[in-house]
């Protein structure tokens, strides 16, 4: 299992189908296609002799004294998986063999470039080698979504790399649509909430199959820069982009357990944006009082923020690397340099009247 879906543990050590046969493949950056035919090749041959190695390994341990043990006092279980074991690396071989052919033209990744030639690209080796050649640009992003898929933008295309093949879109006439947004309390990546979107890419060209890439929310603007066309969001798929926009929401949650500002002032569009209505003002209740110099203090400016920007301001204050942490930490006034904390931002009571 840990060779076919190799754990992060394993992709750190170097233990992959790809880092164990480096020198075979070649160089991704230097020769796009080539590399990933060749670790098709080589990923199916190493599947396929795996339930032998399984076998190898049983007999070495002693589980069956030998192979003729194994066929005659073993289960029906056994004979059959012996015999599966046997024929998978031939018909593997013989998969390999039919790729091969006229210079790989029957293998799955030239299959699908073949369908974007036209008369500037008359083979599927002119489609590779205009892949090849905007792979090698500094201004492609790369998406590892697990540790055997990949997503990949260049300047006219995306790319979705998988074990066996590499599915293809041209931008030019893709269309990208955001089909599911879940969200999930822990992931592989990260110990907190993490947001996943499921986008189907669709070609407009014949015969080109769709197929569905599934990022991070927060690869969601790195992708969204590098794709010519817009990506079309369905009205009932809700998620945040980035890690800003998360914050926001759960401190515009938190401050809703804060007491009410109570004012008749006149207020005037929030400074930051200039487009809504300021609702909060800095007062200081926490109860921080210990005199250090990182103590909260009072702030003696009028409500000039909304929620959102002042939540902006929070966030852009603290450690990107310490996102967990800044809920709970201390930030200052955009305008006298007062130091507050989440406890000291309260809505005004007006918000209760409007909500």
């Known amino acids: 299992v840990c060779i076919i879906y190799p754990p992060v543990e394993f ?52 589980y069956f004294q030998d192979v003729s043990s194994l066929l005659i006092d073993g289960s029906i279980f056994w004979k059959i998986f012996f015999t599966t074991s046997l024929a998978l690396p031939v018909l593997a071989l013989y998969q390999i063999r039919n790729w091969m052919i006229d210079d ?31 792979f090698r640009r500094v201004d492609k992003i790369s998406i590892r979504t697990n540790s055997l898929i990949k ?5 006219n295309w995306i790319l979705k790399v998988t074990p066996f093949t590499v599915l293809i879109a041209h931008q030019s006439d893709a269309s990208l649509v955001v089909q599911k947004a879940d969200t999930h309390q ?23 199959g769709s197929f569905t890439i599934r990022i991070n929310a927060a690869d969601f603007k790195d992708l969204e820069d590098r794709i010519a066309r ?15 926009e998360q914050f926001i929401d759960v401190f515009k949650e938190t401050i809703k357990n804060n007491v009410r500002y109570e004012t008749t002032e006149e207020l005037d569009l929030c400074i930051g944006c200039m487009q809504a209505r300021s609702n909060v003002k800095l007062q200081k209740l926490c109860g921080d009082d210990s005199g250090r110099a990182d103590s909260c203090t009072t ?18 204050r603290q450690e990107s690397d310490q996102q967990s942490t800044w809920l709970s930490s201390k930030c200052t006034c955009p305008m006298c340099r007062s130091r507050f904390c989440i406890l000291d931002v309260s809505l005004l009571s007006s918000e209760d009247r409007e909500e």
Not at 13 to 34: M, Q
Not at 53 to 60: C, E, K, N, T
Not at 230 to 244: A, Q, R
């Open 230 to 244: 817009d990506i079309t969001i369905l009205p009932n798929v809700k998620f945040h982009k980035s890690i800003t």
């Open 11 to 62: 992709v750190s050590a170097g233990f992959t189908i790809s880092s164990i046969f480096s020198k075979v493949l070649g160089s991704e950056d230097e020769n796009f296609i080539s590399y990933h035919i060749k670790r098709t090749i080589v990923t199916l041959g190493v599947y396929s002799i795996l339930p032998l190695g399984y076998i190898i390994a049983l007999i070495a341990s002693e």
């Open 104 to 134: 790989f033209k029957q293998h799955p990744i030239a299959i699908n470039l073949s369908k974007f030639c036209n008369n500037n690209n008359r083979d599927w080796k002119s489609v590779a080698s205009d892949i090849n050649i905007e």
């Open 186 to 208: 822990i992931s592989l990546q990260a110990n907190n909430e993490t947001q996943y979107l499921n986008i189907d890419v669709r070609s407009g060209r014949q015969n080109v």
């Open 299 to 316: 702030c003696y400016c009028k409500p000039m923020w909304c929620a959102d920007c002042m939540a902006r301001w929070f966030a852009s």
């Open 151 to 155: 997503i990949i933008a260049t300047e």
